[in-house]
């Protein structure tokens, strides 16, 4: 059955912001879509709950990265572009302004996570957005392609001494007047807690990592408490009740405007929505020099297709999962669901047998993500002839009790599209730990009429380069050239190796392979591969 594709994509269309596969973003977008079930990608489960629980003392994760977001854009200054959210905070922890174990906590969660498309920056802000999204907060919306400083930028970050006019000063040069300020410090001390450890002279008691003094009754609550027991007097802040006047910042902030803005903020729903257009400001602030993307979308359909690898037979074997969101409205529903590709071969002719994804089996299929969605895996894996090969697929959903049929072919760009030219021997490579170090020795191989001599393929490694004084690595990408392995040919194919070096510290990165970028013709690119799924042993070309 093959229905027209404009109908199919109506019937989807609506509810997402028409999404092409592979977007630069993916990576981001799967950080943010999913935080447990079946591939679980472990970065938002860190603030899930928003209380705490995070193993140390004293430490709610999801508060953290909200203080982290806004001690890096606070130094933002708008009349040159200068600062905002780049990640210069990871150099700037020495300062009296920063002081706390909350900033490299907040690095040292992003250690995994970083990869040449996933910038620190663009982590923090996806932090921000997970923790709101954990605290029953708002939906702020997130863009990327935030680009990281290499050094410490200028200081300024308000302290709780400060008075209310250099306070003042602080938010309009970062871009921000008067009911902005109010609304950012109600919208962030909506969370947390001071502690005690940090700021002794705001909780009363001995100063330990336990004990801690929250803004509010609720601080693993992201509502708007923190406003009405200021205006109703029943508020315990330490920064409006201190027993010290000079550190009262948040009394000085909040009555700033005789209580005008506060006193909006005492509707629950005009709280959420400008705290939700406050953060995507904190979110958007960055250097001048910076274009950010559209905001980054769930998606509801997603392919994750392993790169091709030739097999011992001759065949090439393609493998992968189709993620597909539940979505009532559309009435999508993964336990009701069968889910089959249908391909295309290099020649461009339809085959007519589709490969099937099969329900995934692990942890039930499912992943589970903020705002209540929930996904379900399916999973296939095919031999294909590699010389007839697969061009492009569209992805087939079937509803099994109406029988209706969704077909979707990557919203009109002709089908997913996949790299068959140049393969990623993954079983004939490996990673060898040499003590110090760690040899890696990636495989790969290219369609015979690609091979150019002059431009062999290459290998991008992100190295992990630690740095003194600072919680997360540099990513510094090098180049290495393949080299072809002489003799060896497969199903039309050729073979090439590179080996690298790579720094026992970070050894576990990310790898892209590029081929065809010198020779004037297309150029495939195979990206974020990780040296930890390589095992320590190369199978032997055969
Ligand atoms: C005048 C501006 C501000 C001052 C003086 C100030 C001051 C403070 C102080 C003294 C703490 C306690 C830190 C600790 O003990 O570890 C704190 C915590 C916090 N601040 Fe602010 N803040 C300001 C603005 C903001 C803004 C604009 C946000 C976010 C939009 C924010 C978010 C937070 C959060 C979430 C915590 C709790 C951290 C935790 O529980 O670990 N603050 N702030
Ligand atoms: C603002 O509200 C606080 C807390 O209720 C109160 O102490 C203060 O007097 C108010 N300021 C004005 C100008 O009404
Ligand atoms: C109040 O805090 C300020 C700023 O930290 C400090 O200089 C001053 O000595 C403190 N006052 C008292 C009475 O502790
Ligand atoms: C693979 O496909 C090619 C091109 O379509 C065809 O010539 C060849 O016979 C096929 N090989 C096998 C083993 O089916
Ligand atoms: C690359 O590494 C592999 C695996 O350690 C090794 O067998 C091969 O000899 C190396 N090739 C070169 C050119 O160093
Ligand atoms: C943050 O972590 C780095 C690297 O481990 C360390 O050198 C630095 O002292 C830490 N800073 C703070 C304030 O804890």
Redesign the pocket.
């Known amino acids: 059955m093959h229905i027209p594709s404009a109908i199919i994509l109506g019937l989807l269309g609506q509810a997402t912001s028409s999404y092409v596969w592979p977007s630069k973003y993916d990576h981001l977008e799967d950080l943010l879509a999913m935080h447990s079930g079946y591939l679980r990608f472990g970065f938002s489960d860190l603030v899930v709950p928003c209380g705490f629980g995070s193993g140390l003392p004293g430490v709610q994760n999801a508060a953290e990265w909200v203080r982290s977001v806004f001690h890096d854009i606070a130094t933002f200054d708008a009349s040159t572009g200068v600062g905002g959210l780049d990640a210069s905070l990871q150099f700037e922890l020495d300062r009296p302004e920063n002081v706390g174990s909350a900033f490299n906590n907040t690095f040292a969660a992003m250690y995994d996570f970083i990869t040449p498309q996933s910038s620190v920056s663009d982590l923090l802000a996806l932090s921000l957005v997970a923790a709101l999204a954990a605290c029953d907060g708002p939906k702020v919306p997130l863009r990327a392609g935030r680009v990281d400083a290499t050094e410490a930028g200028p200081a300024g970050v308000p302290k709780p001494e400060d008075d209310l006019e250099s306070t003042r000063k602080a938010f309009l040069r970062a871009g921000f007047n008067d009911e902005d300020m109010i609304t950012m410090v109600a919208c962030g001390h909506s969370l947390g807690n001071v502690h005690s450890v940090n700021f002794p002279e705001l909780v009363s008691g001995e100063a330990t990592e336990e004990n801690v003094a929250p803004f509010d009754s609720s601080p693993t609550n992201f509502d708007n408490t923190v406003v009405t027991e ?2 109703d ?1 029943s508020t315990s802040n330490p920064l409006i009740v201190g027993a010290n006047d000079t550190m009262k910042s948040d009394k000085r902030v909040f ?1 700033a405007d ?2 005008a803005t506060m006193s909006a903020l005492a509707d629950p729903a005009n709280f959420q929505a400008k705290c939700a257009d406050i953060f995507e400001r904190m979110l958007d602030t960055v250097p001048s020099t910076v274009t950010l993307s559209d905001p980054i979308e769930i998606v509801d359909v997603k392919p994750y297709i392993d790169p091709l690898h030739l097999q011992e037979d001759g065949s090439v074997l393609l493998q992968g999962r189709v993620r597909v969101r539940n979505n009532p409205e559309q009435k999508i529903n993964g336990d009701d669901l069968e889910v089959s590709l249908s391909y295309r071969d290099l020649s461009g002719a339809s085959i007519s047998e589709p490969v099937v994804a099969n329900r995934a089996r692990a942890r039930g299929g499912q992943s589970f993500g903020f705002w209540d969605n929930t996904f379900t895996w399916f999973e296939f894996s095919q031999s294909l002839n590699a010389t007839a090969s697969i061009r492009d697929f569209d992805i087939h959903l079937k509803t099994s009790s109406s029988g209706a049929l969704l077909v979707l072919d990557n919203e009109g760009t002709g089908g997913y599209a996949v790299t068959s030219d140049l393969l990623y021997q993954q079983p004939e490579s490996c990673l060898i730990n040499n003590g110090a170090a760690m040899a890696l020795s990636v495989t790969a191989a290219l369609r015979k009429d690609l091979v150019d001599a002059n431009s062999p393929p290459v290998l991008h490694l992100a190295h992990r380069v630690a740095r003194p004084g600072v919680m997360l690595p540099r990513l510094q990408l090098e180049t290495i050239a393949f080299e072809l392995i002489p003799g060896v040919e497969k199903s039309g194919y050729q073979y090439f190796r590179a080996n690298a070096t790579v720094e026992a510290s970070g050894w576990s990165t990310t790898f892209d392979i590029e081929a065809g970028a010198g020779t004037g013709g297309k150029v495939h690119r195979l990206e974020l591969l990780k040296t930890n799924a390589l095992s320590d042993t190369c199978g032997s070309i055969s």
């Open positions: 200021y205006l007097d009555g005789g209580n």
